[in-house]
Structures are given as C-alpha cells and as structure tokens.
C-alpha cells in the first residue's frame, strides 16, 4: 500500500547532504523548469491536483493564481513548517531527511509565481530540523542553487530560515506573516488575504512544507504520473503519521483514497493488544472524532472524510482503543487550545478558558447534567466568532465527542464520581 514519492530518499543515509541528494536525482528538474513558461509550470501543478497539505486542502495552483499582476511590489514566498498540531510529525521528516527536495521544490514554486524572496518559517523548539535545514541552504547557495543565478539562470533567489517562539497560532497563515514581520504572532482579520496582501503589505503566497516538497516529483514526472495516485479530487500521495493504539505507529506515504480501517490493520498492525477500537482521529487534534462504526467506511481522502462529517486535516491519525476516557481526552485537548489562544477575541480567550473549567468540574465529580449542556451551547457560541479558526480547531472536536460519547460526560455528571471506563491503564505516548 505504501508508496515513495516524497519518501523515497527518507531510508537513505546522509541524503539531508547535497552530494547524496545529487545522487538520488535532487536539482535534476531545473533545466526543464527554467525552459518553460511561469504560467505553464502554474498549470501543471493545477493539473496535477496538488492540494495545500497543511490542513485546508486548497488547490496549490489554483492558490499561486490569485496573485495579482503588475502591482510593481515584490512577491513573496512563506513556506509554513510551523507544524504544531497535535499528532501530525510529517513536515518534520522532510526537514531532516531530504530538505534539498524542499529547496528544490521552492524554486519550482519561486519560478512559477516570480519570486525571489522565501522565508521558511519554522518552530524555534525543532533545533535539530532548523540545523539540518539551514545547511543545506547554506551548501545550496555554495552549489549556485540559490543565490543571485539559478543554476546559472538570470533569476535570483534568497531563502532565509525564520524561527518562531513556538506558538501553534503562528501556524496561521496570518500570525506566520505577522511574526516574520518582527511582531506579536496574532493572526489578522481577512480580507484581504496574503495573496494579495501578505508579508509586508505585498502579495504572498503560503504554502506548507509536503506541498513545495511535493513539486520536484510532478515537474520531473508530469501531472498525469503524480494524478493516477489517488482519487479524482483527491490526487496523489500524502504522509500520514500514524500514532495512539496501534501496534506499528509511525509515518507512512500513502496514496489518498485508501480505506481507513485497511491502512490500519494493513499498514499500522492493527490496533494495540488486540482491543478493540473506539475511535479515530482522523487528520490531527482538530478535527472531529470518527466512531469506530464510521471508521467502517471511510476513506483517506478530502471528500470522504466531509461526508462523514469531519476533516481530513493534517493527516496524523490517532487511534483511540477500547480504554479511552473521553472526557479525560477533551479536556486535554481544551486545556492545549486555551493555552495556545492568542487571546486577541473575546469568545476564544474567555470561551475556552470557560470550557476548561466545565470540563475540570465534570472530572472532579462536581458536574451535572446541564454542565453538558452548557459545554454545548459555548461551543456552538464560539466558533466562527473570532478571527481566526483555532477557537473552532476546538470546540469542532468537543462537539464531535460530546454528540458521539455523550454517555461517558452524562456518566460523570450522573455518577458525580470519576467514571472513566474500568479497564482504563495509562496511555502510552
Ligand atoms: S480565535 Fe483565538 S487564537 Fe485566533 S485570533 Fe482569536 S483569540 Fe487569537
């Protein structure tokens, strides 16, 4: 089932090194690429069907097209590595084990949508990535990949590694602007978007680090051989990070489309000792929880996981087995979204700060039934009441468990006494 596009160097030694990346094929596109048309390369990468794979899912072609022309500012180029949300550790494999295939995927999107400035905004925390990373820029430029000439063409590109504070917001496409720019990382209301009014007022386009590393292989191969992976709307491969109660946790690169339950059993050895599953999450922490009946049917793509009501995300699957307390598991999620609130609106600092408490009270025994109720309406009060979407990177989950395991909330509230499931051990992380 596995596939190796983006992984294919992942196993080889030294290939973060530019000689062995060399030898693997690394930098082999750019004759071709500089021989065709900006708008061309556009093309194909629209043609390819590459979806942004930090979450959303927005065509990246499409996205390199909203720039607007002849507005005499320069374009920029922000590459997101930011990756913070809980569960998802993909990005961070390609930052260490083949990072050329980044930079090389940075001057196909740089040709294509002309530009000469990149910032690779990166967590401050990932010391051993920004290492990594930075010399193979540094060896890079020695190599004329970057720099004032191309690969000896007459276009220049400077790539500059910008670390953050470790701040999950600054993943926002918005609060990474503002942070580059010397700021406080708190997002910005849109319109207007960065396509049009990025970094520094100028347009900008971000794209995170799978999609500009997904580049190489569609410009050395073409659209058609990166589309038959996948499904139709759905095109290529994408690295999910496996973890939770499964035998074999780890990063796998997949085909999209695969069914759910056969990538885990198949792929991840099934769930851990044997149990029996309770739940899946399917894309990282903010994205609402799949029953294991509704884990039955779905598969890893855009559109199926919309039909079953949540979100393809990141692709970090988190695998809930049989002994999950579910409140225990909302309220470590709360407690991660309030404390990572910028706190620039109301809803968001206050709201999840409120829920956090309700939450503490229903574990602590305290809790009644209309609690439930009140944990409800704050979420539904909420999201899509602020300026960005992390108040909703919560309260779209919570209310996932509390309509899907209601019994276990009602059962604290009921009981009034810790009522996590008898077989409940410590998790293993
Ligand atoms: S929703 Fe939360 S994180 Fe986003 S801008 Fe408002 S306070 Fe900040």
Known sequence: MEVKILSEKFEIENANLLKVAKEHGAYSTLDKLFSMEPVDVTEEVKKAGLRGRGGAGFPAGVKWGFLPKDTGKPTYLAVNSDESE?????????????????????????WAIGCHDVYIYIRGEYTTQVKVLQAAID?????????????GQ????????????????????????????????????????????????????????????????????GAEAYSVYGTEKSAGTHLFGISGHVEKPGMYELPLGLPLLEVLEKVA??????????????????????????????????????????MFGSG??????????????????????HHESCGQCTPCREGLGWMKKIIGKLLEGEGTM????????????????????LSAACTMPVRSYLDKFRHEFEAYAKDRVNSAPANVELQRN
């Not at 993943?171 to 520094?200: D, H, M, N, W």
Request: hydrophobic residues 40%.
């Open 370 to 389: 209309a609690d439930i109720e009140l944990l409800r309406e704050l979420c539904d009060n909420i999201e899509m009441k602020t300026v960005c979407v």
């Open 316 to 337: 970090g699957i988190v695998v809930l087995d049989e002994t999950v307390d579910v409140v225990k598991l909302v309220q470590n999620l709360i407690h991660f979204y």
């Open 139 to 151: 060896e890079a430029y020695a190599a004329g990949y970057l720099g004032e000439k191309v690969a």
């Open 86 to 110: 809980p569960a998802t550790f993909k990005d961070r494999y390609i930052l260490v084990r083949d990072p050329h295939m980044l930079i090389e995927g940075i001057i196909i999107c740089c």
């Open 154 to 221: 007459d276009f220049r590109i400077d790539v500059t590694v910008h670390r953050g504070a470790g701040a999950y917001v600054c993943g926002e496409e918005t609060a990474l602007l503002e942070s580059i720019e010397g700021k406080k990382g708190q997002p910005r209301s849109k319109p207007p978007f960065p396509a049009v009014e990025g970094l520094y007022g100028c347009p900008t386009i971000i794209n995170n680090v799978q999609t500009i590393a997904s580049l190489p292989f569609i410009m050395t191969n």
């Open 269 to 310: 050895g099934g769930v851990w000792k044997g149990r029996k599953l309770k739940g899946v999450i399917p894309g990282g922490s903010s994205t609402p929880v799949l029953t294991a009946e509704e884990a039955k049917t779905v598969t890893l793509d855009y559109e199926s996981m919309a039909e079953h009501g949540t």
